[in-house]
């Protein structure tokens, strides 16, 4: 079994900034990929940014040049910087991980961290 828990979320002002860390543990023979999804209320789950191993990264046109995805593959975490933090940002942010188990790859998710921005 594999736990993907999130930290670093909360509330920030329209301009600011917050770091999301996502810490993968449990049994895992290889990480292939780790994102960031966010859920608006009343909303779908949207990508955020996701990031292979090998550190190629995809980004939401929203985000693009205010967030920046990176990887630990040593610590298996994944973290996610948020500058220039605006009202529509705000979200549960959950983390997902495609992971490598026995010959398959399955997915995770965390339980997600609230991320408020205040105008």
Avoid: H
Avoid at 39 to 48: K, T
Avoid at 89 to 113: A, L, N
């Amino acid at each position: 079994q594999v736990q993907l828990v999130e930290s670093g979320g909360g509330l920030v002002q329209a301009g600011g900034s917050l770091r999301l860390s996502c810490v993968a543990s449990g049994s895992i023979f290889s990480i292939n990929t780790m994102g960031w999804y966010r859920q608006a209320l009343g909303n779908e789950r949207e990508l955020v940014a996701t990031i292979t191993s090998g550190g190629s990264a995809v980004y939401a046109d929203s985000v693009k040049g205010r967030f920046t995805i990176s990887m630990n593959n040593t610590k298996n975490t994944v973290y996610l910087q948020m500058n220039s933090l605006k009202p529509e940002d705000t979200g549960v942010y959950y983390c997902k991980s495609d992971i490598t188990q026995r010959g398959y790859t399955f997915r995770y998710w965390g339980q997600g961290t609230q991320v408020t921005v205040s105008l």
